[in-house]
């Protein structure tokens, strides 16, 4: 059975509220790997004091902390997330101020009436099932001037991290990924990118590749860490494995990262960005 983009969403939705803490302390508040993009994004879009800034899908915020500091105390920042817990998070890495706020909505379903200047959204846009939907949205949100500043990982091939693992967890666990659920590396070409935010009716697209580096340590620890750090759904998908499955599946992960690892034993992986700008 297919599954229906209310039922991702739904599912999605639990994944964040599960995973958003070790998110956090993992990757987004420490800006290793792909998270240096964080400051890339803030440069690229160029905010500037007193803008009304929307952060679509802030997860835990580390984006929208950075907004804050450059709109000042005359601007205005929203952060938007469909994850309690990511929220939760974002309000306690954020300092209270009277001029942010953090919303629980879904990008595909929301409307504002308060108009902004920037709407920025981070390794989120291939999340939304109807990615047009939300980029709708985010259209009505923003001024006639309005810019927007859009992060997506590469294609599974340029992002090794990911890759290595799921390429090979999918031979032998097929619905590792459930049906209907959408390609999440979509949107991980110059030329997909841009197609997609065309068609949403944003111009003066332009598209920034960066390859960020990421050390997971070395095989056993790359390996001990994903297991630590997935989400139950999948878990349980791969301690259904039987040991012998499991160990010929870790061999073939192991395989995939010899072409990354340093005499060391270290592991490092190239880790595919884009950053996309455009205006209304
Ligand atoms: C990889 S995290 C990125 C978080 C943040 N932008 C950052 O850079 O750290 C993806 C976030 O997208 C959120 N998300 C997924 N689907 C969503 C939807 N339909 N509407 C709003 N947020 C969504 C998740 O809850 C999660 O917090």
Not at 58 to 66: I, L, P, R, S, Y
Not at 106 to 124: G, L, N, P, R, W
Not at 211 to 228: A, Q, T
Request: with cysteine; proline share 4%.
């Amino acid at each position: 059975m297919k599954l229906k983009h209310s039922e991702y969403k739904q599912r999605t939705m639990k994944i964040w509220n599960e995973v958003a803490p070790r998110y956090h302390k993992r990757w987004a508040s420490v800006s290793v790997g792909p998270f240096q993009s964080t400051a890339k994004l803030i440069e690229l879009v160029d905010i500037n004091k007193g803008n009304k800034v929307l952060d679509l899908a802030c997860g835990t915020g580390v984006v929208t902390k950075k907004i804050r500091s450059k709109v000042g105390n005359s601007g205005y920042v929203i952060g938007a997330d469909t994850s309690i817990t990511a929220i939760k998070i974002a309000k306690k890495w954020n300092e209270r101020k009277s001029n942010l706020d953090f919303v629980n909505i879904d990008a595909e379903k929301f409307y504002f009436s308060k108009k902004f200047d920037i709407v920025t959204c981070q390794y989120a846009l291939f999340f939304f099932p109807n990615a047009q939907k939300a980029l709708k949205n985010i259209r009505n949100s923003l001024k006639k001037s309005g810019k927007i500043g859009i992060s997506v990982h590469g294609r599974k091939e340029r992002v090794p991290f990911f890759s290595s693992i799921l390429d090979s967890v999918t031979q032998y666990i097929p619905d590792y990924i459930p049906p209907g659920a959408p390609n999440l590396d979509r949107f991980g070409t110059k030329s997909a990118l841009k197609k997609e935010i065309s068609r949403a009716g944003f111009s003066k697209i332009s598209v920034k590749e960066f390859v960020f580096h990421y050390s997971p340590g070395k095989f056993e620890d790359y390996w001990r860490n994903y297991i630590k750090y997935i989400p139950k759904p999948l878990k349980e998908k791969l301690d259904g494995l039987d040991y012998s499955k499991r160990k010929q599946l870790k061999q073939l992960v192991k395989e995939k990262t010899i072409q990354y690892t340093k005499k060391n034993g270290e592991i490092l992986f190239p880790w595919q960005v884009l950053i996309l700008t455009a205006k209304y």
